[in-house]
C-alpha cells in the first residue's frame, strides 16, 4: 500500500498546505485508488499524481467538515469534462443528502454523474478492494477514523479528533498511523489533540510511525518542539506531514 499526502493543512490556509486528502494506492492491484477525503486543494495535488483525478473511483469521507468535502464539486466537474461520470462516495451518515444538496446549488451539474452512495458506520467493511475499520472520534461534527487492511500493509487516519483511546486502539498494530495534531501544547483547544494529549494516548501502542497532519498555522517553526513533545510519551517514530509526501505501508 502506497499512501500520498495530498493535503495535510486545516480550516485556515498557510499557503503552504492544502487541506485534507489522501491518496490511497495498492500497486499490486489488489485494490483500486481511494480518495479519503476531499478538501480545498485536494484535487490539484491530485492532479499531480500518477492516478490523477480521472483515475479516482470512489471517494471516502471521514466527516462533512468543509475542509474535508470542499473539493467535492471541483471533482466531479473535472472528472466529467474528462469524459468519467462514475464515482462511488462512501462516508458517515448524511454523506448522501451533502452531496445531492451541493448539486442543486451547482444546479447545471445535476443529472450529469452516475453517482453511488453509500453511507457507513462504526464497525467493519470493505471500500475500493480494502479492508477497513471504522471507530467515532470524539470531534464537533460526527466523525469516523478508519484503519485500511491489505495482505502485507495496515494504515490509520485518525481523521478529526481529540486524542481518544478508541482511535489509539484502533491504530495499534498500524505499519503507520495519520493523525490530527492541529496546535502545539500551548493551545487551548478541544476537539483536537496537542502534541502531549496524542503521546500520552498512544503511549504503548505497538505502531510503526506516526504523521502529524491535519495543521493549522499555529504549528509553524513549532513542528521539531511537537515531534519531541509525542516522543516524549510515545515510544516510536514521529514525524510531520507535508504536501506530495508518498510513503509504502508494508510490514516488515
Known sequence: MHVTFLGTGAAMPTGERFQTGLLLEDRKGDADPLLVDCGSGVLHGLASTDVGYEGIGTVLLTHHHLDHVSDLMALLKARWLAGETELEIVGPDRTQELV??????????????????????????????????????VHSMYCLAYRFETEDAVFTFSADTEATEAVADLANGSVVLAHDCSFPDDIDVDNHPTPSQLGETLAGCDIGRVYLTHLYPHTDGRHEEMIESVEERFDGDVRMARDGLTFSVTEQ
Not at 444538496?101 to 480494502?130: K, N, Q
Open 100 to 137: 445531492e444538496g451541493l448539486l442543486s446549488v451547482h444546479d447545471y451539474m445535476e443529472d450529469r454523474f452516475d453517482l453511488t452512495f453509500r453511507e457507513v458506520e462504526p464497525g467493519s467493511f470493505s471500500v475500493a478492494g480494502y479492508d477497513v475499520s471504522a471507530t467515532e472520534t
